[in-house]
């Protein structure tokens, strides 16, 4: 599972920081995702990051069976 945050509607709340600091980090205001695969001991705080965050600003990517 990958992550990426839409820094036009980020409006750093904190929230995904606070629900998975080991793959975001608020940075001058702004989300920043800090690897490019997440963990999978991460994934389900991830996907609680993403629907929790309050300018839905992270989108949750999926690795597809059998992907790279």
Do not use: W
């Not at 998975?20 to 990051?49: H, T, Y």
Request: charged residues 25%; contains cysteine; negative net charge.
């Amino acid at each position: 599972m990958r992550v990426e945050v839409n820094e036009g509607l980020c409006i750093g709340s904190m929230s995904c920081e606070t629900t998975c600091p080991e793959v975001f980090k608020v940075v001058g205001g702004i989300s920043r995702v800090l690897v490019a695969i997440v963990p999978p001991e991460a994934e389900e705080r991830c996907r609680k990051a993403a629907e929790n965050c309050p300018a839905s600003a992270i989108e949750t990517i999926e690795d597809s069976a059998g992907g790279p």
